[in-house]
């Protein structure tokens, strides 16, 4: 089945569907318990998504396009400086949609075989950081790949790391800045860095 365009109503519907799927996970909430959260009927809810993986692509879709949006605002600005710029454009972009972070993160293995889209956008996102952060000789095209990967893992779910410690923001922010960049410095410096920390960041989301 070819995937609908986002459903007009997908603003109205968004924060309820987010929080419901974050807090709970995705794979304990039916589309009942779904249509009861938005106040609809189950079929009026089947008219606008066939599916609850539908809800979670649009969600997920809409997640990295605004990735990719401020990646490119980074680009504009400037050439110089990125990492610092893409760690606190992570933590902004995490305050204000932290949902969004947690369910990409947790529950993007649930979209079908069929709605690849959203694996794609995750994909041009990784590829993205590994061009502005710059060519890496030392690393092979598999390399690459690991690397974007381990690094989109690691500006993701940083800004979560330090929820239960009561700390002012920019301390916060501070010690944050520090961890993602001495580990994405420390990868890019070495070729078999891609790998471990690909499974190192890896196994951090399943935790979560």
Same mark, same amino acid.
């Given at each position: 089945?070819?995937?609908?365009?986002?459903?007009?109503?997908?603003?109205?519907?968004?924060?309820?569907?987010?929080?419901?799927?974050?807090?709970?996970?995705?794979?304990?909430?039916?589309?009942?318990?779904?249509?009861?959260?938005?106040?609809?009927?189950?079929?009026?809810?089947?008219?606008?998504?066939?599916?609850?993986?539908?809800?979670?692509?649009?969600?997920?879709?809409?997640?990295?396009?605004?990735?990719?949006?401020?990646?490119?605002?980074?680009?504009?600005?400037?050439?110089?400086?990125?990492?610092?710029?893409?760690?606190?454009?992570?933590?902004?972009?995490?305050?204000?949609?932290?949902?969004?972070?947690?369910?990409?993160?947790?529950?993007?293995?649930?979209?079908?075989?069929?709605?690849?889209?959203?694996?794609?956008?995750?994909?041009?996102?990784?590829?993205?950081?590994?061009?502005?952060?710059?060519?890496?000789?030392?690393? &092979?095209?598999?390399?690459? +790949?690991?690397?974007?990967? $381990?690094? =989109?893992?690691? *500006?993701?779910? /940083?800004?979560?790391?330090? @929820?239960?410690?009561?700390?002012?923001?920019?301390?916060?922010?501070?010690?944050?800045?520090?961890?993602?960049? &001495?580990?994405?410095?420390? +990868?890019?410096?070495?070729? $078999?860095? =891609?790998?471990? *920390?690909?499974? /190192?960041?890896?196994?951090? @989301?399943?935790?979560?």
């Amino acid at each position: 089945m070819p995937m609908p365009e986002r459903c007009s109503r997908f603003a109205e519907y968004r924060d309820k569907v987010l929080e419901l799927f974050a807090s709970k996970g995705f794979g304990q909430v039916g589309m009942r318990e779904l249509a009861t959260c938005l106040g609809l009927a189950p079929g009026s809810l089947y008219h606008h998504y066939p599916s609850k993986q539908h809800l979670l692509l649009d969600l997920i879709e809409e997640f990295y396009e605004e990735l990719l949006a401020t990646l490119g605002r980074i680009e504009k600005k400037t050439k110089r400086d990125i990492l610092p710029r893409l760690i606190q454009a992570h933590l902004n972009l995490h305050r204000e949609m932290p949902w969004h972070f947690r369910l990409a993160e947790r529950d993007s293995g649930c979209l079908n075989d069929d709605q690849r889209r959203g694996r794609q956008l995750r994909e041009q996102y990784e590829r993205r950081l590994m061009q502005m952060l710059g060519p890496k000789a030392r690393l &092979g095209e598999q390399g690459q +790949l690991a690397a974007g990967h $381990a690094i =989109a893992n690691l *500006l993701n779910s /940083a800004p979560g790391w330090l @929820t239960q410690h009561m700390l002012a923001d920019a301390e916060r922010n501070e010690l944050l800045e520090n961890l993602v960049s &001495g580990a994405v410095e420390g +990868l890019l410096r070495s070729p $078999a860095g =891609a790998s471990s *920390l690909a499974k /190192a960041s890896s196994l951090a @989301t399943v935790r979560q």
